[in-house]
């Protein structure tokens, strides 16, 4: 049939075909046969130099029925010229000349490793660090970048550029109306369909389509990922959009599953069901997965997805605490912050339903302890997770800079989380015990940390025990040392110099610690006085 035709039509998808060859082009040039091809492809570059064929718009039937016109016209000054050009085209695409480019080709070496790395967030506070999400992203940046790779960022909102050594972050920009009012008509038409909950959920299933109908966004998607070796996905969120480019472009996608996304609605079935209709297919394009906590790991499995484990890590920073200066008037001074008088029991959270619900708690847990004898027990909360107060023994801060944190921290006693449900890991749990703090939770701040309540921490899910501990462990400075040291020692097997090993195999980056046996890494935190614990994470 191919000899016997007079031409032979590829009105191929030029987002398909960009870059990707064509099996059916590449034989009807070795036929010698005219073709008629999409402008602005693969196609249309060979054109350029062998073959003959007239080009047409892409996805324009108007114009392919105009090219073929042409081609009809000039039917046999295109024979004769694809006719002429078979010779080249042979030479170069015939069995030998495949086998000398294999045998000439130069196996990579370990130490070759993508350079450019983009990673797309979907939240707005990567530069500010103020969410788990963000804190876990920044340190892999850091993770990375010693790597000597340029890494580009790219998140929602409208912060300005921000440039930190191998690292350049961006924001997507504002949201256009148009957008907007899809978003009211998806809350609507959420709300008819599980009335009570569009307000709780919605959201979620927002953040699925709405690249959707925002061209400008994904334009600015697509110009990152052309200039990327690899792409890092934060959340599922993206895919539908970031996995079609990276595969036109062959570039790898590497996807974080930070929370299984449909595990947060346990009220609302139909809503669960289709979050994770969405979810699941958006998994399934990555080229690879990443979970934070081993039962995220094995929840996909059960999906049959596989993915690798890399925990959420601890800052290494809070294992330098004990330098710090531990006085309330350094605090103070630099930072205009009074803290309530007395001990200090300390929650730090994002904007998040779990975090709200603690934040209540720990309020109760203030009205309660300021009425007893107790008095002297201030509650400071930080972070998103509530506006500017003060209430007596209850102070929120509000959003906190990183200084600040680190600042606060040796003047904590306690470290309260009592999350009532979550998914993946808490990573404000893994740092308050690098910091050395004794934590008293519920079971779900130690979700993924196989902890044992009185040796790390205090795992305790019933509320009214915990004035009870409160004041036990206030009263008890070598119970909380001992507690503290142990909570430290556990969360080093989370430093992200060690959980984030998982990444340079993904990204075929080297691991640093591999040349010297781990050394690096030793050394590193021998500064702290820590010593190595061999077990890997849980």
């Not at 042409?70 to 010229?81: G, P």
């Not at 996909?300 to 006085?327: I, K, S, T, V, Y």
């Not at 934040?359 to 009425?371: E, F, K, P, S, T």
Request: proline residues 5%; hydrophobic residues 45%; contains cysteine.
């Amino acid at each position: 049939q191919l000899h016997e035709a007079d031409l032979v039509l590829l009105p191929y998808w030029r987002s398909i075909y960009t870059a990707r060859t064509s099996g059916v082009f590449m034989e009807a040039l070795a036929a010698g046969k005219p073709v008629i091809a999409t402008r602005d492809s693969w196609m249309s570059d060979q054109l350029a130099t062998q073959g003959a064929g007239v080009l047409c718009d892409d996805c324009n039937a108007a114009d392919l029925a105009r090219a073929i016109r042409q081609a009809a016209l000039e039917l046999v000054q295109l024979t004769a010229k694809a006719r002429g050009s078979r010779g080249s085209w042979l030479a170069k695409h015939n069995p030998r000349a495949l086998v000398q480019a294999i045998a000439a080709s130069r196996p990579l070496s370990a130490d070759v490793a993508p350079r450019r790395i983009a990673l797309l967030y979907p939240w707005e506070d990567f530069v500010e660090k103020q969410g788990g999400a963000s804190r876990r992203c920044n340190l892999l940046v850091d993770f990375l970048a010693a790597r000597s790779t340029d890494i580009r960022v790219l998140q929602s909102g409208r912060h300005p550029p921000t440039v930190t050594p191998g690292c350049q972050a961006s924001a997507l920009g504002r949201v256009p109306y148009s957008a907007v009012l899809v978003r009211m008509i998806l809350r609507g038409a959420t709300l008819t369909a599980a009335p009570g909950k569009a307000a709780k959920y919605d959201w979620i299933i927002w953040q699925f389509i709405r690249l959707w109908f925002i061209a400008r966004f994904r334009r600015r998607i697509r110009r990152l990922v052309q200039w990327a070796d690899v792409v890092l996905l934060e959340y599922p969120f993206w895919a539908s959009v970031v996995a079609p480019i990276a595969r036109q472009q062959g570039k790898l996608v590497v996807l974080t599953v930070h929370d299984i996304m449909a595990s947060q609605i346990t009220d609302a079935p139909f809503l669960q069901k289709l979050v994770w209709h969405f979810e699941r297919r958006a998994l399934g394009m990555a080229d690879r997965l990443v979970a934070v906590s081993s039962g995220d790991q094995a929840k996909l499995c059960e999906a049959g997805l596989q993915a690798e484990l890399a925990p959420n890590p601890a800052d290494g920073r809070m294992f330098d605490l004990d330098r710090l200066p531990q006085q309330r008037w350094t605090v103070a001074e630099r930072f205009g912050l009074e803290l309530p008088p007395g001990r200090i029991c300390f929650f730090i959270g994002s904007l998040h339903e779990p975090n709200l619900i603690a934040v209540d708690r720990i309020r109760n847990l203030a009205r309660q302890l300021g009425r007893s004898a107790a008095d002297d027990i201030g509650f400071v909360v930080a972070g998103d997770c509530a506006p500017v107060e003060r209430a007596g023994n209850f102070v929120a801060l509000g959003r906190i800079s990183d200084a600040l944190l680190l600042a606060l921290y040796p003047l904590v006693d306690l470290v309260l989380i009592p999350l009532p449900h979550g998914t993946g890991t808490s990573l404000k749990t893994i740092e308050a015990m690098a910091a050395g703090k004794v934590v008293i939770g519920t079971a779900a701040a130690f979700r993924g940390f196989d902890v044992t309540s009185g040796n790390e921490a205090v795992v305790e899910d019933d509320l009214t025990r915990y004035p009870e501990w409160i004041v036990r462990l206030l009263a008890d400075a070598s119970e909380r040392a001992r507690i503290g040291a142990l909570a430290r020692r556990f969360a080093i097997r989370y430093d992200y110099r060690f959980a984030y090993q998982a990444y340079p195999t993904l990204l075929g980056c080297p691991a640093v610690a591999d040349e010297s046996g781990g050394t690096q890494n030793r050394d590193c935190l021998a500064q702290y006085g820590i010593a190595l614990v061999e077990t890997p994470p849980a």
